[in-house]
Antibody, heavy 112, light 112 residues
Framework: QVQLKESGPVLVQASETLSLTCTVS????????VIWVRQSPGKGLEWMGI???????DYNSALKSRLSINRDTSKSQVFLKMNSLQTDDTAIYYC??????WGQGTLVTVSS | DVVLTQTPPTLSATIGQSVSISCRSS???????????LNWLLQRPGQSPQLLIY???NLESGVPNRFSGSGSETDFTLKISGVEAEDLGVYYC?????????FGSGTKLEIK
């Protein structure tokens, strides 16, 4: 069955780079896009970006300058990297396929 | 970027009551392929979001038919015909016609 699971650090220092991994199973990354979504504490959902099945990417305009999404299809993994972190990047980070299948999310706290 | 404006921000309903949520887009969501990629999601407390409706009015598999979606171009509505206790949470519209994709700000449904 289709599954996605986010992994990465729980705590990151301000100004550093966040690296998260979304490990998927039950489907091929070459056939489906994977979206990253985040949610700051008590706030709404924010669409961050997508890596399409063909490997192309689209990014949130506000995050584009410091965000990159890549993948390793052989390992069924999608990677999110975001630099120059600030405290307001503290959030639960989700990966999703089609908005139908979601990971459980991973809480990342940015410490000053 | 497309801005989605959801109203109301909060909604209080009794069990069995019918309610509607509005989502207005800053530009037409009719794609050049003829489809309109406006989706509705529900995030229950402490859970990952769940897709309810895709492409304006298509019910996702397993979603109760008391949920329905309608609209076109820039104006869209989610209706719940007979609220149940399990429907509490935050409802989001999300557009996937114009990259970067965007979410509405959410509507919190409370049960009286």
């Amino acid at each position: 069955q289709v599954q996605l699971k986010e992994s990465g650090p729980v705590l990151v220092q301000a100004s550093e780079t966040l690296s998260l991994t979304c490990t998927v199973s039950g489907f091929s990354l070459t056939n489906y896009g994977v979206i990253w979504v985040r949610q700051s504490p008590g706030k709404g959902l924010e669409w961050m970006g997508i890596i399409w099945g063909d490997g192309n990417t689209d990014y949130n305009s506000a995050l584009k300058s410091r965000l990159s999404i890549n993948r390793d299809t052989s390992k069924s993994q999608v990677f999110l990297k975001m630099n120059s972190l600030q405290t307001d990047d503290t959030a639960i980070y989700y990966c999703t396929r089609d908005l139908v299948y979601w990971g459980q999310g991973t809480l990342v706290t940015v410490s000053s | 970027d497309v801005v989605l404006t959801q109203t109301p921000p909060t909604l209080s309903a009794t069990i069995g009551q019918s309610v509607s949520i509005s989502c207005r887009s800053s530009q037409s969501l009719l794609d050049s392929d003829g489809d309109t990629y406006l989706n509705w999601l529900l995030q229950r407390p402490g859970q990952s979001p769940q897709l309810l409706i895709y492409s304006v009015s298509n019910l996702e598999s397993g979603v109760p038919n008391r949920f329905s979606g309608s609209g076109s171009e820039t104006d869209f509505t989610l209706k719940i015909s007979g609220v149940e206790a399990e429907d509490l949470g935050v409802y989001y519209c999300m557009q996937a016609t114009h990259a970067p994709f965007t979410f509405g700000s959410g509507t919190k449904l409370e049960i009286k």
